[in-house]
């Protein structure tokens, strides 16, 4: 399914390149054939959709869409997945889809774009459970507790839900992409909390870059409650160009999507290195979104190394939990397990994602020991950067360029960090 010419397995229809982007007439050729594979005719159709934090060109995709199947459905409307991050203004909303306002008010008039307001409780309706027999065996024994599923409401007002969002190694399922845009896209905290925090029981550092986790069984056993037809359009994506879409079933376009993420999206370095400049681009505006400049080279430093995120632009550890994480701090995933009646009345996707930023350590005799140490170059202050159990550099004494070509000294620079997976050569399978 990698190539030079549309592939179609089953109901699948899809291409992509490990050489060069999608042309604009390709996407479109790809997209007929989708829509004439899956007929939108008279159907109301939700298309869920990633926020500013994701690499993906919606607004190529969104006016094709229009085009294709605008004068056919009842409804065409879109939502975006926020998860728990802040929500998008309209501004915001109307950049992500690329139309502007007057267009918005005119030409896409009867188009809804949502934001998907996790911070409303009136947003979600229950559409089953998880037993904690269930949990149990899909968490190969580490967590046995009953899960509500709960999502948006607005999914079961369509005929026709359709994932529209990129894939790429994630530190809490593997991979993103295809059914996690329900969870924890659009869905309630409760799957939320147990995925992530059985994500942190795993570790980033294990689970990141595998297609089957128990988290990833965890998200498709949620997302077969939800009682509407479902669709995917996966995309492979990198800060330069779309290199591939595939669409059809979720779980069959996520899995051919993966096979291509892993060809733009993992890289290999020799030898573990000692120090590493991680530039973080301006998409992400919180270490909560920004964390991901850890997470995707953890794998590659050495035991007593250090990551440095670089992000001068960024000023806040959360914009929706930074003041939990302020009373929590960051920790290794043991000091937390070892005082569990301590910590367990926290939202457990804080926990994890403090673990997740930690990396790999220990907690014995009330002494925690980390294996590589996190710096944060941003704008947080030093004091808010102590107190958070993490450590400081002034960004303003930091050159990215000084850090350039010296992987053969132990030093490496990322640039654009977050969405691309390094690993030692010696791991590759």
């Not at 975006?80 to 929500?87: D, K, Q």
């Not at 046995?144 to 999914?155: D, K, P, Y």
């Not at 994506?237 to 290199?243: I, M, P, Q, R, V």
Request: glycine content about 8%; hydrophobic content about 40%; overall charge negative.
């Amino acid at each position: 399914m990698i190539g030079r010419a549309m592939k179609q397995v089953s109901q699948l229809v899809g291409f992509g390149y490990v050489d060069r982007f999608l042309k604009d007439e390709e996407i479109r050729t790809l997209l007929t054939a989708f829509f004439e594979r899956y007929p939108m005719s008279d159907k109301r159709v939700l298309f869920i959709i990633p926020d500013s934090t994701r690499t993906a060109p919606v607004d190529r995709i969104f006016r094709v869409i229009q085009q294709l199947i605008g004068h056919q459905v009842s409804a065409l409307d879109y939502l975006v997945a926020l998860g728990t991050h802040p929500l998008m203004s309209e501004e915001a909303l109307n950049r992500l889809v690329g139309v502007s306002s007057e267009e918005r008010r005119s030409a896409f008039q009867g188009i809804n774009i949502w934001n998907h307001r996790w911070d409303q409780p009136e947003t979600f309706v229950e559409v089953g459970k998880i037993s904690a027999t269930e949990t149990e065996e899909l968490s190969d024994g580490r967590l046995s507790v009953e899960v509500l599923i709960r999502v948006n409401r607005l999914l079961l007002d369509y005929d026709q839900l359709i994932v529209l969002g990129p894939v790429f190694p994630h530190e809490v399922a593997g991979f993103s992409g295809g059914s996690k845009y329900f969870f924890p896209g659009v869905s309630g905290p409760e799957v939320i909390n147990f995925t992530h925090w059985l994500g942190a029981l795993e570790t980033s550092y294990a689970s990141i870059g595998v297609a089957d986790t128990a988290v990833r069984r965890t998200i498709e056993r949620a997302a077969a409650a939800i009682p509407v037809p479902k669709l995917a359009l996966c995309l492979v994506t990198t800060h330069e160009g779309l290199a591939g879409i595939y669409a059809g079933e979720i779980q069959e376009a996520w899995r051919a999507a993966i096979e291509l993420s892993k060809r733009h999206h993992i890289r290999y370095i020799a030898k573990p290195v000692q120090r590493v400049l991680s530039v973080l681009p301006e998409m992400y505006d919180d270490l909560w979104t920004g964390a991901k400049g850890m997470y995707k080279l953890e794998a590659v430093v050495a035991d007593g190394g250090e990551i440095m995120i670089y992000a001068p632009h960024i000023s806040e550890v959360s914009y929706t939990h930074g003041a939990m994480l302020d009373e929590i701090g960051y920790h290794v995933r043991d000091y937390f397990v070892k005082q569990w009646d301590q910590f367990k009345h926290y939202p457990w996707g804080v926990l994890a994602h403090s673990t997740h930023v930690s990396g790999l350590g220990d907690y014995v005799d009330g002494q925690e020991t980390r294996r590589i140490k996190v710096t944060l170059a941003t704008g947080i202050s030093q004091e808010r950067c102590t107190r958070l159990n993490l450590g400081y550099c002034d960004p303003k004494t930091i050159n990215p360029a000084e850090w350039a070509d010296r992987e053969s000294e132990g030093v490496l620079l990322v640039p654009h960090a977050g969405e691309v997976l390094y690993r030692l050569r010696e791991g590759e399978d």
